[in-house]
Structures are given as C-alpha cells and as structure tokens.
C-alpha cells in the first residue's frame, strides 16, 4: 500500500498530458462524502483512497480524450468504487468443481482431506501443539517422531521421516546417501514426472552421478551388476509413474535388486511415487505396489506421495532402514525441506485411517471417490440434466452418457475408471467456438465448474461431485441464464484451463 501523501488530491494528469478544467469532482469531496463511509470502515481509508484516485485518474484521462466537454454521461462513482474494492478484496483462491474426471488433480491440488484431518488442521491452525516438544520428557523433541511409528507400523519399516514433497524426498535421498558417487538406475526408469522433475535432474541437483543401465525397453540384473564398481552408492528404482512400457520389455524386481545391493553391501532405493499403503486390488482398482511389499522385497527406502493415491496432505514420505533415515535426518537439506505444522496435522489422522481399512473406502475421501460406483454419477447425471439442458438453450444438447474417469498425478496411468457424466454438444454451426465459449461461462461462474472438451463435446464427469454438494451445483447453473453476455464483454480472463493432471 502505497502511503497516502499529504494532499489527498494529488492531480493526476492524463495521458499525453492534457488537461482540462475537470468538472470532477476531488477526492477530498468523495471520501468525506456519507456514502464512501460504509466502503473507508469495511475496506479500510488507505486503499479506498487509492481506488478513488484510480478511478478519478480513469474518469479525467477519458475527459481529456473528448472533444467536447459536457458530452461525458454521470459515472456512478460509489458503485464504481464499491464494485473495485470488492473485486480487490476476493481471494485468487477460488473454490471449484472438479469435473475433469481425473481425481488426483495436480493443478486443482490433488487429494482432497478427510474429515478428520480437516478438524485437526483446523484445530492446529490457532493452537499451539507438540509440534517439537516431547510432552512426556518435558524437553525438545522432533516434529518426525509425530507420525514415525504410525508410518512404521502402516508400511513395515524401521524408520521414516517426512519433508515437502516426494521430489524433495528424493532429493533428499541421494543428497545425503550419495553424495559425489554412483546412482544405478535403469534407462527405462529415468522419467520427467512433470513440472521439471526429472530423475536425472534430480541426481545433478542432488550432487551424485548417475549411472545408467540397460536400453529403454530392457534392463536385466546383469546390467546393475557389470555397472557396480568402487563408485557406486545406491542401486535405485523408479515407480514409471505417468507412463507405461509394453511390448519386449525387462524389468528388475526389487528384489532382485535388493538382493543384489545386499551382496554388494549397497542400499537399494525405490521411488514408488505415488505409493499405496493397501492393496487397491479389494476395492476393484488397479493394483500398484504397496509400500509395505517394496519394503518386505528388500528395498531399503522407499519414497512416496502424501496427496496422490495416500489422500494426504502434500508430502514426501521416506521410510525404511533406521541407520539410513538418521543419516537422512542429520543432513542440512533436511531442515530446508521440512513440513510445517499443518502438514503434519492432516498427515497424522490420514495416516490413522489406515488403521481401520474397514472404514477406508468410506472416510479416506480419495479412495472413496475413486470407488464410486457407476450407478452413483449415472443417476446424479439424469438428476442435473434437465436443469442444464434448460439454462443452455437450444444451442446445446446435453447428454447423460458413460464417461472414463482417471486416478491421476501419475498413479495407473493407463487405467480408466468407469464413470457418468453430463456430455454437452453443440448445435450451432461452428461447434467447436460454441464449447470453448461454454467452457469459459462455467469457468467464470462465482465457483467454477471445470470440465474437459474431447471429442467434440463437452465432458463434465460427476466422479467428484458428491452428493452433499449437488444441490449447490445445481443452483448455480442458473447464472448460466445470463452469463452469456458477460462472457462477450470479456470476463473470460483468467487461468488456462488446468493441462497436467
Ligand atoms: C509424483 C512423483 C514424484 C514427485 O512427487 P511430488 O510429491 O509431486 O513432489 C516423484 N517421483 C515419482 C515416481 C512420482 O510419481
């Protein structure tokens, strides 16, 4: 905020520098008039101030483009000012309808909390809580030992520790474990996750070399071995998160890697990326392998995702071997990657679910979306259908048609997920305009709706609409009515729409 200089009416030229004998009104007038007083106590006297300068600044530069004084219509000033500071005051954090179809969204920030980790956020945020403090020795403690044992009990390691993000876990990792010496990797695994995360990066970032093996398509045990030398640190696998390799491919297992590390006296690390504690299989979904099986294979560390298929909060979790996680804890990266306190209270009664996979599918949110039943979408669709084929008009014709949801954020890439969604298509002739065009009116609405043009139609898949929120949804496709003309005005400035699931 800029400090208020001492005349209120500092005279604002206008551009080019003419200047006309302004029948406006000054600012001093205008802010000590009765009806800027309501605006000066909710927004405060500085930045209604400085927004009743901008728009005098405005109101004199139009002045001076006319030829003709007098022919300028009365502004509305106080709706003006008001309507400014209103939109000044609007968060850029907006609420929005994820109905991409794709649940673990990196762009609209990928799992959604449950409950009880919302409470215990809540709670955090103005209390003060153990986050370093061991209670039972009355001294310092460390904000690890928060979630460690629950981490060990869920996954079978001995050990774990916790930091931003799952790159930085990896990071991290090499950081401290393989500084100035040899990463084996396989050609196969040296993935860009996105967003500029790639394995080799990473490793230059890290400070140690890599070493790669085997051709893109094929890697066999026998390459980690003739690559294995007085250079090497760490054997390493990587999850191949965001795509999928078929045809005359080779893998090595974990653990037959592992069992070659132990031979060699070498950690063996995987980067399983998004990383499940259970097996997805019981709930119909694709298998991925879990935490615990990489770690009972022999993996000596295993990092992973808090916000992908975990339903966390965003963090990276590192778990396996004690003597390797207190090395990872003394290194000084580890203090710059740490979690905040909040993280680590929705982290906590995430991971406590974990404890009762009885309830899992039912108050873990994201496995719950995940394994919503067809049927489910399907009558919510033929439910909402009617009111927005009515709010569109003829132009459009909406459909309540199967639609194939994804998991997202790099998790089973290629497994689609059976859903239904509201399919619109348009009428008019250049049909491709007309969805774009819908596509910015439901992105311009107070909570915008986010869907996915493809094939010719606009997809709006209800996976992630749950049934407490459509009655909301519903309401608000009324605006639709007279949205249209606010868009041509050019209210569709804003965000592209998201690229990156
Ligand atoms: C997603 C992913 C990462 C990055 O994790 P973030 O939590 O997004 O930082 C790293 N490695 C793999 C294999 C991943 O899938």
Sequence with gaps: MKPAPDSLDAEVPAPGGARHPSPLPSVEQLLSDARSAPLIAQYGRSQTLDTLRTLLAEARARWGARAQPGSEPEIDIYGELAERLAQRAQSPIRRVYNLTGTVLHTNLGRALLPHSAIESVVAALGTPINLEFDLERGERGERDTLVESLLCELTGAEAATVVNNNAAAVLLMLGALAPQREVVVSRGELVEIGGAFRIPDVMVQAGAQLREVGTTNRTHLADYENALGEHSALLMKVHCSNYALQGFTKSVDIAALSALGRARDLPTVADLGSGTLIDLAQYGLPREPTVRETIAAGADLVTFSGDKLLGGPQAGLIVGRADLIRKIKRHPLKRALRVGKLTLAALEPVLALYRAPEFLAEKLTTLRLLTRPAAQMQAQAQAIA????????????????????????????????????????????????????????????????????????????????????????????????????????????????????
């Design 386 to 501: 009617p009111t927005l084929g009515r709010v569109l008009g003829p132009e459009y014709r909406v459909e309540v048609e199967p639609v194939m949801s994804q998991i997202g954020s790099g998790a089973l890439p290629v497994d689609l997920l059976p859903s239904y969604g509201l399919v619109v298509h348009a009428l008019a002739r250049r049909s491709g305009q007309a969805l774009n065009h819908l596509e910015a009116r439901l992105r311009a609405l107070p909570q915008p709706v986010l869907g996915r043009i493809s094939k010719d139609a606009l997809r709006l898949d209800l996976r992630c609409l749950e049934i407490e929120q459509q009655a909301g949804f519903v309401a608000q496709l009324e605006r639709l009515c007279q949205s249209s003309s606010a868009i041509e005005a050019g209210a569709t400035r804003g965000g592209e729409p998201p690229v990156r699931p």
